[in-house]
């Protein structure tokens, strides 16, 4: 298994630009996240998703938008970018229920916006 | 949330222990106390988790406080791959999302 990947690993936007960062996972998780790190701090979560259709979001939502038309692809789309969304993106997934404890990261993808 | 409280950072010398400490004063019945690291210029993974009562595995292991306020995480034998942020996360159990919260963590040094 590949686990969960992203791309792209890293990018450089202008701002006002858009872009989607793909993340793909082949353990057939029902639950996926997308995460932001800032430099030196922790990861906040941006949406999440529990099952193909259905997405809602995190703490820092504004700005992107999510779709999950699939069980493994869960892309983040990022409108009119603005340089507070330069950050490192990490893309996670996890099974169903609470005898499943782990979530599996993505390698991260380095965006950013100038 | 409930909210944990970890050093900002700390330093170990290779091949003896450490122990990350973990305050939770505010922790519930039912919160599951996580442990994830993250190594440089990866994402986080998975390290150990408990409840209750204290856990090993082939990573590390997790001594919990009686009264649940506090916990450790304790590598055996630091390695220089051991050198990372490590997170100490309450989950609620139960929920529909399994969220993870993550705070900033303790940045480990091993010094060879």
């Known amino acids: 298994n590949a686990g969960v990947t992203q791309t792209p690993k890293f990018r450089i936007l202008k701002i006002g630009q858009s872009m989607t960062l793909q993340c793909t996972q082949d353990?057939?998780?029902?639950?996926m996240y997308w995460y932001r790190q800032d430099p030196g701090m922790g990861l906040k979560l941006i949406y999440y998703s529990v099952g193909a259709g259905i997405t809602d979001k995190g703490e820092v939502p504004n700005g992107y938008n999510v779709s999950r038309s699939t069980t493994e692809d869960f892309p983040l789309r990022l409108e009119l970018a603005a340089p507070s969304q330069t950050s490192v993106y990490f893309c996670a997934s996890r099974e169903t229920g609470e005898g499943s404890y782990e979530q599996y990261f993505g390698p991260g993808t380095r965006l950013t916006v100038t | 949330d409930a909210k944990t409280t970890q050093p900002n950072s700390m330093e170990s010398n290779e091949e003896e222990p450490v122990h990350l400490p973990c305050n939770h004063s505010t922790i519930s019945g039912t919160d599951y106390i996580h442990w994830y690291r993250q190594l440089p210029s990866q994402g986080p993974e998975y390290v150990i988790h408990g409840l209750t009562s204290n856990v090993n595995n082939r990573m590390a292991s997790l001594a919990i406080a009686e009264d649940r306020k506090s916990s450790t995480l304790i590598l055996h034998r630091a390695t220089l791959r051991d050198a990372a942020v490590y997170y100490c996360i309450l989950r609620a159990r139960g929920g529909s999302n399994y969220k993870l919260t993550f705070g900033k963590g303790t940045l480990l040094t091993v010094n060879p």
């Open positions: 353990m057939n998780h029902n639950y």
